[in-house]
């Protein structure tokens, strides 16, 4: 019998796809299709819009909407691909940036682009289209101890963004398509998750997404981009409620 056909089925019409399954680049074609996937999961059904309308209206259907949201990044966009590293692939996450990477390049860049990202955030606490959205817990200035909760479950939120774009896409990809298209790659995917923000917000992404992607290669590690991220975005929400 032909190895096109099989019980008189004509296959050569798959053999292109199983061609692509199992050629060399067969992890980008899993990253690529397990991206998208968490992607639309967690923008669709663990996003805050969404959760909220799951629990009580309100100030607190919002606040909780906001924390499970935060939670759901980081499992579907961190703890799952990190299981796909560990467990499918069979590679070691300390090669997706997980670690200090090279620790002088790491805390030098914080050092120097921390201080910028404050100031940007300050300056933006009063931009009325930023206003609309956050904090996105609305709860999160009521007191000191609604602040930390806020700050630790935003935090999860951030770990799981930078691991998934920053490490999962980039580190991933780098290999099959070159350093420079991985960085654009995980820039535009990050960038279209924040359609229907703030164009402020969204037009910033994607100089973020660059500079985070390129900081990534060059300390080999998130941390320094994870930092800044999430002192950006910690730091206008204490600017929006306890500053203006």
Known sequence: MSAKRWGGIDLSGVQPLVDALVAPQWKATLILLSSTLLMLTWSSFAS????????????DGRA??????????????????????????????ADYGVGWG???????????????????AYNARTDAS???????????????????LHAATYLLFYIGWEFHFRGYLLFGLRPSIGAANAVLLQTMASALLHIGSPAAETFGAILAGVLWGVLALWTRSLVSGLVQHFLLGLALDAFISFVR
């Open 130 to 148: 930023l206003l609309t959205k956050f904090p996105i817990n609305p709860r999160a200035g009521e007191s000191a101890a609604t602040f930390a």
């Open 102 to 120: 090279v620790p002088r390049r790491t805390w030098g860049t914080v050092a120097a682009l921390v201080p910028v990202f404050l100031l940007v």
């Open 64 to 93: 909780a909407g906001a924390i499970g949201s935060f939670v759901g990044c980081f499992v579907l966009l961190g703890v799952v691909p990190a299981l796909v590293i560990t467990v499918v692939l069979r590679e070691r996450l």
């Open 48 to 59: 805050p819009q969404f959760l909220a309308g799951q629990f009580a209206g309100g100030g």
